[in-house]
């Protein structure tokens, strides 16, 4: 196994333009639909359970939190690098993904897959797995915070290096397989391995994420025949 320093620099965050919660959820809030705007409204068949993340006593909302910059965006939402400014962890870094309820719900799919990250993301506790340390919503969004990985993605670092030597590549994939091996043995399997869901933390380790198209109860060799993936890495 190289050692940490064989890996070079870790790639910066590029910083946006400051945002507040209250930017973010009025921006978050109205959705097109047709000609107007409307309210999003409120989607019981994707909540989540907060009470076994968040332990303790501490009341966990968008209010315990200073946003600080956008570190991805997609068709469901938002990633934010946020600092907790209240209670428990005051003054630390997280990575807050937020999903918009009226875009989930509006596809089974969509809805099972953000059922089964949420529930693996609880589930499964290992040193290169990504960690979700809170859970929560409101009326129209879904709150997942997860530890802040300030060190990419693996796809930059390759595509910044251009190619890994030996020992660096075999670093990173014994790191893999050994998550991959923890998913393993919960039943899990995960279906959508590409260098942009391994993030790598502050010290050079991976950290899988991205756990949407995972497949639960899978044991004793039983084979599922779904058709998914990355089309570019099929």
Do not use: W
């Not at 507040?20 to 639909?33: A, I, K, N």
């Not at 705007?37 to 359970?49: A, C, F, K, Q, R």
């Not at 919960?186 to 790598?200: A, C, S, V």
């Amino acid at each position: 196994m190289c050692p940490l320093s064989a890996l070079g620099p870790l790639l910066p965050i590029t910083p946006c333009l400051p945002l507040t919660v209250g930017s973010l959820l009025q921006e978050m809030e109205l959705e097109p639909r047709g000609n107007g705007l409307e309210p999003v409204g409120h989607y019981e068949e994707i909540e989540i359970s907060e009470s076994s993340v968040n332990n303790g006593p501490e009341h966990i909302g968008p209010h315990c939190f200073e946003l600080l910059r956008v570190l991805g965006k997609g068709g469901y939402g938002k990633v934010f690098q946020v600092r907790k400014v209240q209670g428990t962890n005051t003054g630390k870094i997280f990575a807050m993904k937020v999903l918009k309820k009226a875009k989930i719900a509006c596809n089974a799919k969509d809805t099972a897959h953000t059922r089964a990250e949420r529930n693996i993301l609880e589930a499964v506790k290992h040193p290169f797995i990504v960690d979700l340390i809170y859970a929560f919503q409101t009326g129209g969004k879904l709150y997942l915070i997860l530890e802040c990985l300030s060190g990419g993605e693996l796809f930059m670092q390759l595509e910044r290096e251009g190619i890994f030597l030996e020992d660096t590549a075999c670093f990173y994939l014994s790191e893999i397989t050994l998550a991959l091996g923890h998913l393993h043995s919960h039943g899990i399997i995960y279906r959508d391995l590409k260098p942009e869901n391994i993030m790598l933390n502050s010290q050079g380790h991976i950290k899988l994420t991205d756990f949407g198209l995972c497949k639960e109860s899978i044991h004793d060799g039983a084979v599922t025949h779904t058709f998914c993936g990355t089309i570019e890495y099929m």
